[in-house]
């Protein structure tokens, strides 16, 4: 769940940004197509980071009873 929170963040952010950049006339095809690439892409690149956030939240939560 925080893969797909973070990716799908990632891309809304980017959507702003650039529809703030380009505002007077900006370009809706190229915005839609670089929305959804990243919306695609991002939950397989920010997996390791994610996997690594969530297991040390989860450490925090749950210590190691070993040692």
Known sequence: MLNFVAAELLA???FVIALLA???SPP??????V???IAIIAP???YPTTKALW???D???RP???G
């Open 12 to 14: 809304i952010g980017v």
């Open 22 to 24: 380009t505002w007077p």
């Open 28 to 33: 809706w095809t190229v915005l839609t197509y």
């Open 35 to 37: 929305t959804v690439a």
């Open 44 to 46: 397989i690149v920010l």
């Open 55 to 57: 297991l040390a939240v």
């Open 59 to 61: 450490l925090m939560f």
């Open 64 to 66: 190691s009873e070993s």
